[in-house]
């Protein structure tokens, strides 16, 4: 069964730092998104991605981040500058169409800022 | 505000019983209403979508239903098992934009031999 992956599962970076997370999205899937879920929260959402555009961000997604679909199979979510508050799990997820249908996760990568 | 409210009290029953789970929105008109698991260090599986107009939505041992007046969803795991034991997430979507999933705080199941 087709799957969404992320890579890496855990990332440890230091306070400024830039990280990339990435994902590879199931492949006939076209409404891309990314959650954040702080240990012990719920699961919240942060940017839809659409058409090689964000369709709709969360007022989380601040100019620090941004995401990007650089060769039409991977998605990326960038940290410009990392802060303690940034830690947490990243969850990709993927959609064939925009509504009324369920939303495959990937697996998460784990974001530790110290 | 708006609000999605999920026991944040874990349920514990024992296997083979019926297991219940509740979510209650305020100032959310969702156009579906999902059902996700989620096992630790893991992320959201999906398991039942129930549409606005729909009331009741049944999936082998899962059971949804949907009260738009009460604002209310419940969903039952019947003949429960250990395995059945993880946390349980309903998220509205709205008809709005590209329908981001709005998440609440999930419930945990134990489900004890």
């Known amino acids: 069964e087709p799957e969404v992956t992320q890579t890496p599962s855990h990332q440890v970076t230091q306070m400024g730092q830039e990280v990339i997370l990435r994902c590879v999205p199931i492949?006939?899937?076209?409404?891309f998104y990314w959650y954040r879920q702080i240990l012990g929260q719920k699961v919240e959402f942060l940017v839809s991605?659409?058409?090689?555009?964000?369709?709709?961000k969360s007022e989380i997604f601040d100019d620090q981040f941004s995401v990007e679909r650089p060769d039409g199979s991977n998605f990326t979510l960038k940290i410009r500058s990392t802060k303690l508050e940034d830690s947490a799990m990243y969850f990709c997820?993927?959609?064939?169409?925009?509504?009324?249908?369920?939303?495959?996760f990937g697996p998460g990568t784990r974001l530790t800022v110290t | 505000s708006q609000k999605i409210e999920q026991n944040s009290e874990a349920l514990n029953i024992q296997e083979g019983k019926t297991a219940t789970l509740t979510c209650n929105y305020t100032n959310y008109s969702p156009a579906y209403l999902q059902w996700y698991r989620q096992d630790p260090g893991r992320g959201p599986v999906f398991l039942l979508l129930?549409?606005?107009?729909?009331k009741e939505k049944r999936k082998e041992r899962l059971k949804v239903t949907f009260d738009t007046t009460l604002k209310q969803s419940l969903f039952h795991i019947t003949a429960s098992q250990p395995a059945d034991s993880a946390t349980y997430l309903c998220?509205?979507?709205?008809?709005?934009?590209?329908?981001?999933?709005?998440f609440g705080t999930g419930t945990r199941l134990l489900v004890s031999p």
């Open positions: 991605f659409y058409n090689n555009e964000i369709s709709e």
């Open positions: 997820a993927s959609r064939v169409t925009s509504g009324g249908n369920e939303q495959y």
């Open positions: 998220a509205l979507e709205t008809n709005t934009g590209f329908q981001k999933l709005v």
């Open positions: 129930i549409r606005e107009n729909e």
């Open positions: 492949s006939n899937h076209l409404y």
